[in-house]
């Protein structure tokens, strides 16, 4: 799905990958679920791309739902994948942080059971990754500037993307809760330190991001700073 000029979307918006076409080569930012591999050309194809073209997977962070098909692109095609120096020992062990929230039962075994049809309960982890720092600018397509957002993992990072009036925020809010069904802005329902990744989004402002790509849920058009009040609106952690 095209999200924006040379920006696509692998899955239908529960558990999102990305595409940031850059100079003819693919950054591939977060590998969402293992299923997602079978319509990868295909979404490249469609901006003109092939496996070939894509130069890098960098993860905002090394949670299941986000570390997806990283392994095999990385043992068959060769592509580097990187996350923030933190979350490196989650991706020899994936997992998942501990759940705080409402239940929204229909919502919930909807996502289990999409997660079921796209291999997430067997996610292999990654036997080879490099790692960045915050505030370091990435050398791969797009160059996205990584943005530290302890919380909802040790090493959740968002990607801004400048060029673009771009930020990939990973987990560190949603715009869906996959276990409520509820839309727009808000922490996501699993953090490992649900109060740290609300305290984090004060690093967030004062970026300068129209576009919002989070890891669960469909594109903020309507700018970074409106999402964050938004998030803080929804009050403080519980």
């Known amino acids: 799905m095209e999200i924006a000029p040379g920006i696509r979307r692998l899955g239908p918006g529960l558990v999102n990958a990305y595409l940031l076409e850059d100079g003819g080569a693919v950054t591939i930012v977060d590998a969402g679920a293992p299923g997602y591999w079978g319509a990868l050309p295909t979404e490249l194809a469609a901006m003109g791309r092939t496996l070939d073209d894509v130069r890098a997977v960098v993860l905002t962070h090394a949670h299941t739902d986000h570390i997806g098909f990283a392994e095999r692109i990385r043992r068959e095609r060769g592509v580097p994948v990187s996350v923030h120096e933190l979350d ?7 997992g998942y942080p501990r759940w705080q929230g409402s239940l929204n039962i229909g919502a919930a075994l909807g996502f289990l059971a999409f997660a079921l049809r796209n291999g997430m309960a067997r996610v292999p982890p990654i036997l080879e990754v490099s790692a960045f720092g915050d505030g370091e600018i990435l050398d791969v397509p797009g160059r996205p500037r990584a ?5 909802h993992s040790e090493g959740m990072a968002a990607l801004h993307v400048a060029s673009r009036g771009t930020i990939f925020v990973g987990d560190a809010f949603v715009t869906r809760d996959v276990l409520s069904g509820a839309m727009g802005p808000r922490l996501s329902p699993f953090n490992a330190d649900r109060a740290r990744a609300f305290e984090s989004l004060t690093r967030l402002d004062g970026v300068d991001a129209r576009l919002v790509l989070p890891g669960h849920g469909q594109p903020w058009t309507s700018g970074l700073s409106e999402a964050l009040r938004l998030v803080r609106q929804a009050g403080p952690p519980r």
């Open 88 to 94: 490196v020992p989650l991706t020899r062990k994936p």
């Open 147 to 151: 943005i530290h957002l302890p919380g």
